[in-house]
C-alpha cells in the first residue's frame, strides 16, 4: 500500500470533527420538488451538465493491467473504457469506423493487444489505431490513420478515470482530489466486486443521500448506526465538489491524529464528485458508486467495491463478501436506495411543493446550487 500522510483538507475537517462537529448554517433552506419531477429540468441537465462536464466512468482498478478493454452504455451512448499496452486509459465510443457495428458486445472485460469487430473483422489496437482490415485492396485509397476509433476526452489521476463528451471540458479539478485520493491509495486498490443498481428515483435523491448524515441513526438504525456519532459531521467544498467527514464510535483524541489508517478508523469521508458520483472511505475499504441518469424518475447507480489487495485466503474472502453484503445489498440497496424511490413516489404525488432542509442537510442546498448555476 503506498498511501501517504492525510491532506491538510483531511486534517482541517478532523480538527473540526474533534471539537464535536459544526453547523453548517443556523437556517433551514429549501429544494423545490420539481427539481426531481420535471421532464423539462432533467432534459436541461442532460444538455447542459452531463454533456459537458468531465464524468467519472470508473476506478483505475477495473482496468489493473495494459491490453485490457471494459464496454460501458451507463451514459446513453456505446462507450469502451481500454487501457492500451503503455498503460494509458482511454475512453471511445463502441463504434467501428467501417460501419458503425458496436466493437465489443457485452458488459465483461476483454483480455489482449487487439479490438476485433464481430461483422467485417476491422482490427484496433486499444490505444484506437487501425491495425488492419480483411482485403485491403477493396478500399483503395483508404488513409488507416483517419479512421481510428473515435476518442472522448479522457483523464485518469488519483485512482479514477473521467471521460467528458464535450471536447472542451477541463479535468483541473480531477488534478486537485487526486492529492486527497493518493492518502489513502486509492490508485493502488482492488477491484473486489461490482455491481448496477437500477433506482427508481430522481439522480439528484441519491446525491443528497450522500450530502448529509442526518439520516444515519434512523434509516441506518439495523446495519451501520452503531459505528457512527450522531450529528458529529462536517464539510467543505472543492470546487463543485464536497468533501464530507462523519465521526465514527471512535474516540475522538484520535482525530488529531496524522496517521492515515487512525484518521480512517475514527472518521468516514466521503466525496461527492459533482455532477455523480460518490467516494466513501470507510476503515479498511472504498465505495465509488457512479450515477447515469436514465430518466427523470430513475438512475443507474454503480457501485464499486475496493479492497488493499485480493483475497490470499478462504477467509479474507469470506471477510470482504460480508463487508460487500452489508454496504452494497444492505445498506445501500435495502435502505438509501429504497428509500429515494419512496421520496420519488411522494414528490410525483404532488403532497411537496419544497423540500424543507435542516442545518445538518444543507450539504443538499449547496450542491443543487452548484446544479442551477449550470443551468442558467
Known amino acids: 500500500m503506498n498511501a501517504s500522510l492525510p491532506t491538510d483538507g483531511q486534517l482541517a475537517l478532523a480538527r473540526m470533527l474533534a471539537a464535536g462537529g459544526t453547523r453548517e448554517g443556523d437556517a433551514i433552506a429549501h429544494v423545490d420538488a420539481a427539481a ?8 436541461a441537465e442532460q444538455a447542459r451538465i452531463f454533456a459537458r462536464a468531465p464524468l467519472v466512468i470508473a476506478p483505475s482498478a477495473l482496468l489493473p493491467e495494459p491490453n485490457m478493454a471494459v464496454p460501458h452504455d451507463g451514459f446513453g451512448k456505446p462507450l469502451l473504457i481500454t487501457r492500451d499496452k503503455q498503460g494509458e486509459a482511454h475512453v471511445f465510443l463502441n463504434v467501428c469506423r467501417h460501419r458503425g457495428t458496436r466493437l465489443v458486445e457485452g458488459c465483461d472485460a476483454v483480455h489482449g493487444p487487439r479490438l476485433v469487430c464481430p461483422y467485417h473483422a476491422w482490427t484496433y489496437t486499444l490505444d484506437g489505431r487501425l491495425a488492419g482490415l480483411p482485403r485491403p485492396d477493396t478500399f483503395p485509397g483508404l488513409d488507416k490513420s483517419a479512421h481510428g476509433l473515435k476518442r472522448l476526452p479522457t483523464h485518469e489521476a488519483g485512482g479514477l478515470i473521467w471521460f467528458a463528451f464535450d471536447d472542451a471540458a477541463n479535468f483541473a479539478e480531477a488534478d486537485t482530489l487526486a492529492r486527497d485520493f ?10 473486489f466486486r461490482h455491481r448496477t443498481h437500477r433506482v ?12 448529509e448524515g442526518y439520516h444515519i441513526q434512523r434509516l441506518h438504525a439495523g446495519t451501520i448506526a452503531p459505528f457512527f ?5 462536517t464539510a467543505d467544498a472543492i470546487g463543485p465538489h ?6 465514527r464510535d471512535a474516540t475522538l483524541a484520535s482525530l488529531s491524529s496524522k496517521d492515515w489508517a487512525t484518521l480512517r478508523a475514527a472518521i468516514t469521508y466521503t466525496y461527492q464528485m459533482f455532477p455523480g458520483t460518490v467516494l466513501v472511505v470507510s476503515p479498511d475499504y472504498i465505495n465509488l458508486m457512479v450515477l447515469m441518469p436514465q430518466a427523470v424518475d430513475e438512475v443507474l447507480v454503480e457501485d464499486f467495491m475496493l479492497i488493499p489487495e485480493a483475497p490470499a485466503t478462504e477467509k479474507a ?3 470482504w463478501e460480508r463487508s460487500w453484503e452489508l454496504l452494497d ?14 421520496g420519488q413516489q411522494g414528490l410525483a404525488s404532488g403532497a411537496l411543493d419544497k423540500l424543507t432542509l435542516g442545518t445538518l442537510e444543507l450539504g443538499i442546498r449547496h450542491f443543487h446550487d452548484a446544479v442551477e448555476a449550470r443551468l442558467r
Open 36 to 43: 426531481y419531477t420535471s421532464p423539462e429540468r432533467f432534459a
Open 182 to 191: 493518493a492518502a489513502f491509495d486509492l490508485a493502488g486498490q482492488y477491484a
Open 200 to 211: 427508481k428515483a430522481n439522480w439528484k435523491l441519491i446525491m443528497d443521500a450522500f450530502l
Open 229 to 233: 456519532k450522531d450529528g458529529v459531521s
Open 242 to 247: 464536497q468533501r464530507s467527514a462523519v465521526g
Open 317 to 319: 474472502l469470506a471477510h
Open 329 to 342: 445489498g444492505g445498506v445501500f440497496a435495502a435502505e438509501d436506495f429504497r428509500a429515494c424511490e419512496l
